[in-house]
Structures are given as C-alpha cells and as structure tokens.
T-cell receptor, first 113, second 114 residues
Framework: AQSVSQHNHHVILSEAASLELGCNYS??????LFWYVQYPGQHLQLLLK??????LVKGIKGFEAEFIKSKFSFNLRKPSVQWSDTAEYFC???????????FGAGTRLFVKA | KAGVTQTPRYLIKTRGQQVTLSCSPI?????VSWYQQTPGQGLQFLFE???????NKGNFPGRFSGRQFSNSRSEMNVSTLELGDSALYLC?????????????FGPGTRLLVL
C-alpha cells in the first residue's frame, strides 16, 4: 500500500537557521509529489509540487524541494527560515490516474524570533 | 472567485448519532475529495468524487459514506458515531482530480463526538 513518511513530527529552529524536512514515500509507479502548508488558523495551501522534469522544484516563500527517485524522497528545504514560517507542513503523494492523495502525518515547525 | 466552503464549521454530537457534512467546491471544479485530519495522523483520505461518481476510497469503515450532486457540491455522512470520529474533516476541490492538479482546501468542519 502507498504510504508517506515524514521523519520529524516537531522541529524548533531560530530565525535565519536552515530548514530541511524529510519525506519518503512508498510506491513503485509514477507519482506526483506535493508539499502543503497549514499556517495557524488558515486553510491548507500548496507550497510546491513536482510532476516531472527538473527534480529541484521551487515554491512560494523561498521554499524548494528535491525529488530523488532512487531514494523515494522529496525533502523540503529553505536556506533561512523566518518567524512567519511557523506552521505545519505536509508531504503528499498521488499516483498518476489514481485519484487518491496520500498525506504524511505532518511536521510542526516552530521558528523562534 | 470564492474558495471551497464547508458547513457547518463546528459540530458536537453524541455517540451513536449520525452527522452530515457539506462541501461546496470552487466554481468549475468537478472533483471533490474528503479527508479526516487528526493530531499525529495527518490527513487520511476518505473518498474522491467526480461527476457524481466515487472514483476512489480510503480505508474507512462503511459508516463513512458520501455523495456528490450534479452541481458538484458534496456531502459526507458518518453514521453511528464513535468517540474516535472526533476530528477535523477537510474537503478539497480541483478541476478534474488528476494527479497533476493542485487541490484547494476548505476550512474544515470540526466534529466533536461526546
């Protein structure tokens, strides 16, 4: 069965620190990958997505993610976090034509000012 | 363009009761997916509808059901509520529900079962 694993449930960083959130998935076929973010009190919204092509994708607010097919990973990165990045981050996978998105358990990021 | 709306926003029920939640997708979107969000579990896929047809479903008991109307609005129903059904229920919409589309999420309905 498909699954998505996010390595860290909680991450605490100081402003300007670098961020990397891990995401691994299990599925052998062609997949589409997403990172969503949920800021406090707000709806889930798309941060970035990967379908094909350049495995390094850039999203909003300076976030980027790298797809490494051989490792079934899609880690999220940001070189310098801000207090406003405090949120919960979800990695998600959907196989092409499957109509079923699988989300990871989420990582709560708290950035200290 | 209005976003995804869900009603009601909050609901308190007792064990054994049933509940119906509603979701109105973004205008023009025909795919609606439902998710259950609980602390530590993340979002778990319930089902997806397109043109009034359920195309996929998650691993939830038969007490969880849904439907979609011709105007793409969707409802989900949970019968014989259990304490463990307390969660935030999210609805998301997209144009066609293909794997390469962004899903747009609603604010959710927070259900508390006592």
């Amino acid at each position: 069965a498909q699954s998505v694993s996010q390595h860290n449930h909680h991450v605490i960083l100081s402003e300007a620190a670098s961020l990397e959130l891990g995401c691994n998935y299990s599925y052998g076929g062609t997949v589409n990958l997403f990172w969503y973010v949920q800021y406090p009190g707000q709806h889930l919204q798309l941060l970035l997505k990967y379908f094909s092509g350049d495995p390094l994708v850039k999203g909003i607010k300076g976030f980027e993610a790298e797809f490494i097919k051989s490792k079934f990973s899609f880690n999220l990165r940001k070189p310098s976090v801000q207090w406003s990045d405090t949120a919960e981050y979800f990695c998600a996978v959907i196989n092409t034509g499957g109509f079923k998105t699988i989300f990871g358990a989420g990582t709560r990021l708290f950035v200290k000012a | 363009k209005a976003g995804v709306t869900q009603t009601p926003r909050y609901l308190i029920k007792t064990r054994g009761q049933q509940v119906t939640l509603s979701c109105s997708p973004i205008s023009g979107h025909r795919s609606v997916s439902w998710y259950q969000q609980t602390p530590g579990q993340g979002l778990q896929f319930l089902f997806e509808y397109f043109s009034e047809t359920q195309r996929n479903k998650g691993n939830f008991p038969g007490r969880f059901s849904g439907r979609q109307f011709s105007n793409s609005r969707s409802e989900m129903n949970v019968s014989t509520l259990e304490l463990g059904d307390s969660a935030l229920y999210l609805c998301a919409s997209s144009f066609l529900g293909t794997g390469q589309e962004t899903q747009y999420f609603g604010p959710g309905t927070r259900l508390l079962v006592l």
